[in-house]
T-cell receptor, first 115, second 114 residues
Framework: EPEVTQTPSHQVTQMGQEVILRCVPISNHLYFYWYRQILGQKVEFLVS????????KSEIFDDQFSVERPDGSNFTLKIRSTKLEDSAMYFCASRWDRVLTQPQHFGDGTRLSIL | DAKTTQPNSMESNEEEPVHLPCNHS???????IHWYRQLPSQGPEYVIH???SNVNNRMASLAIAEDRKSSTLILHRATLRDAAVYYC???????????????FGKGTKLSVKP
């Protein structure tokens, strides 16, 4: 069964540094998402992306965050200047169709640790 | 999005059925009921969804109350692999507008005893 893959599985970065988290969504999917989960807390929506532009974003997704689909397969989340509170699991998800009943398929996440 | 209420935790014995409840008293007529689960150290995983009628798939069954103010996810024979946090999420069906981001609550943590 097709999967969403995320790399790396664990990223350790110094505070203030830039970090790029990478995702390869399922190949024929059209809608892409990033979520994060701080240890012990709820999964939180960050941003949705469709047709090469951001569709929705949460309050968490401030100017330090950006997303890009640089080619036909990758979907990236960049944090420009990381803060300690950015430490979390980051999940990428994709969905096939604009029909909202279609399920989202999640990757297994990247654990981001900010030192 | 309408709010859902789930118990914080439940326990089950292996190979027994599990009924996971969800209350959604403010559900609107166009809200679908979705269930996802999150196994330890993994991303959320789609389980099942429905609107009004009960639904079955290879993973589970979804029983929806006639007034749609509550629903129950049924695992027919729990296995150790079913130990996870189960999330009940309402999504308004529609074309355009919101692009379908999911709003997760705290869910129900299911423990399965051998």
């Amino acid at each position: 069964e097709p999967e969403v893959t995320q790399t790396p599985s664990h990223q350790v970065t110094q505070m203030g540094q830039e970090v790029i988290l990478r995702c390869v969504p399922i190949s024929n999917h059209l809608y892409f998402y990033w979520y994060r989960q701080i240890l012990g807390q709820k999964v939180e929506f960050l941003v949705s992306f469709y047709n090469n532009e951001i569709s929705e974003k949460s309050e968490i997704f401030d100017d330090q965050f950006s997303v890009e689909r640089p080619d036909g397969s990758n979907f990236t989340l960049k944090i420009r200047s990381t803060k300690l509170e950015d430490s979390a699991m980051y999940f990428c998800a994709s969905r096939w169709d604009r029909v909202l009943t279609q399920p989202q398929h999640f990757g297994d996440g990247t654990r981001l640790s900010i030192l | 999005d309408a709010k859902t209420t789930q118990p914080n935790s439940m326990e089950s014995n292996e190979e027994e059925p599990v009924h996971l409840p969800c209350n959604h008293s403010t559900i609107s007529g166009t809200d679908y009921i979705h269930w996802y689960r999150q196994l330890p150290s993994q991303g959320p995983e789609y389980v099942i969804h429905g609107l009004t009628s009960n639904v079955n798939n290879r993973m589970a069954s979804l029983a929806i109350a006639e007034d749609r103010k509550s629903s129950t996810l049924i695992l027919h024979r729990a296995t150790l692999r079913d130990a996870a946090v189960y999330y009940c999420i309402l999504r308004d069906v529609g074309y355009g507008g919101s692009q379908g981001n999911l709003i997760f609550g705290k869910g129900t943590k299911l423990s399965v005893k051998p």
